[in-house]
């Protein structure tokens, strides 16, 4: 019995190590089909579960702009709905284009001898890839500049501004995957011989040490920008949520809709850290220094690629139970959980915290001279009620 595969490898196709050899051993035959098997299944499942919550993700975000298409929280969502609409093709393309390497045998030489399926898929791999985290960053950028400038983000920030923005980013994303093939520098498949990627290991020119670097750091600094402004816009909303406690014992009902958003922006922002960090970093190190062909390099790799790839899967679950409504039905079911002195306790807040804002009502009515605005007030734009001598 004979099996194509093993884990010697050999080199070929574009300086590649090609796992291919003829084996006579059934052990290692069965050992090696069977870890294909497993790799077509994983892949085939992780497909089919990132399609799946992404379209569910989509259907939310939808269904959430109809009601808020006239408001501030429009713009987050246009920017939400693309970035769930790129994981949902990244998913579909990738994924489709590595079913059809496993089931071609990952037999490059035979289905693609031009190289020409192994630059379309390295262009995929880096636009599906860098995309999320640019859109991630300006995501935070429009929260931030809604919460800190809500005046110039209701005047300048329009439906048409966003479509615009969001056809730069993909426009962005797409020139830095093109790169290689603009300088006329192919994409590599990589050592497991499932994927192709910027080169990072064989005979380099200056080019080829430039690109996989440049992908990188335009990464790392989306991240750093999303995490800036998201820190800013977290401490503008808890100092303006404590202002207004402490001031008038109530908050403004736009609040709540900022805090969802910011939660949601959070999550993305620390899958995006964890899932596509890793990757980011090892492309630096690895085009820096000349890691050979060793097993440890080609499995750290491997493991950062797996990584990568689940950010597509978190994300669009970020949209889906980091909802207000699902955040309130888990906190009930906490509540049923708790003991019954705790369930009185919080019980007793409640009620005293309605009385206190019904306090407040009347209060407001017969004072005009109160005004709640639309969403939270930066400390220095917080209108302040004239107390009684």
Not at 20 to 35: A, H, P, Q, R, Y
Not at 193 to 203: D, M
Not at 245 to 250: I, Q
Not at 375 to 387: K, L, R, V, Y
Request: aromatic share 10%; net charge positive; glycine share 6%.
């Amino acid at each position: 019995m004979l099996c194509l595969q093993c884990e010697v490898p050999i080199m070929s196709y574009n300086g590649s190590a090609k796992a291919g050899c003829l084996v006579s051993s059934d052990d290692v035959c069965n050992g090696s089909c069977t870890k294909r098997e497993v790799s077509v299944t994983s892949t085939a499942i992780s497909m089919t579960v990132g399609i799946v919550s992404n379209t569910l993700a989509l259907f939310i975000l939808i269904k959430a702009y109809r009601r808020f298409r006239f408001k501030s929280k429009a713009a987050f969502l246009l920017f939400a709905s693309g970035l769930v609409v790129t994981d949902f093709l990244g998913h579909l393309i990738n994924g489709s284009l590595a079913l059809y390497v496993y089931a071609s045998q990952k037999d490059w030489e035979t289905f693609d001898p031009h190289k020409s399926l192994c630059d379309f898929f390295g262009v995929c791999m880096a636009f599906f890839g860098l995309t999320p985290l640019l859109l991630g960053s300006l995501m935070a950028v429009e929260r931030c500049v809604g919460v800190t400038r809500p005046l110039f983000h209701t005047t300048a920030l329009g439906s048409h501004h966003v479509k615009s923005l969001l056809g730069l980013t993909w426009l962005l994303g797409l020139l830095v995957a093109l790169l290689p093939i603009l300088f006329q520098r192919s994409y590599q498949m990589q050592r497991s011989r499932s994927w192709c990627f910027f080169r990072l290991q064989g005979p380099r020119d200056w080019v080829d040490v430039l690109l996989p670097i440049l992908f990188s750091v335009l990464g790392l600094l989306a991240l750093l920008l999303s995490l800036v402004c998201n820190t800013m816009t977290f401490l503008t909303l808890l100092r303006s949520r404590v202002q207004l406690d402490r001031d008038y014992h109530r908050h403004c009902r736009n609040t709540s809709h900022h805090s969802e958003m910011v939660c949601q922006l959070l999550a993305i922002m620390l899958v995006s850290c964890v899932c596509w960090g890793p990757i980011l970093i090892t492309g630096i190190i690895f085009s820096l220094q000349d890691h050979g062909e060793d097993q440890a390099s080609y499995t750290h790799m491997l493991l950062v690629v797996r990584m990568a790839t689940w950010n597509q899967i978190l994300d669009p679950w970020v949209y889906i139970l980091l909802r207000k409504a699902v955040l309130k039905r888990l906190f009930l079911v906490a509540l049923r959980l708790c003991s019954p002195h705790l369930k009185m306790k919080l019980q007793w807040q409640g009620i005293t915290q309605e009385s206190s804002t019904m306090e407040v009502r009347s209060s407001v009515i017969s004072r005009p001279d109160f005004i709640c605005l639309d969403g939270p007030f930066p400390p220095d734009t917080a209108i302040q009620s004239a107390h009684p001598s």
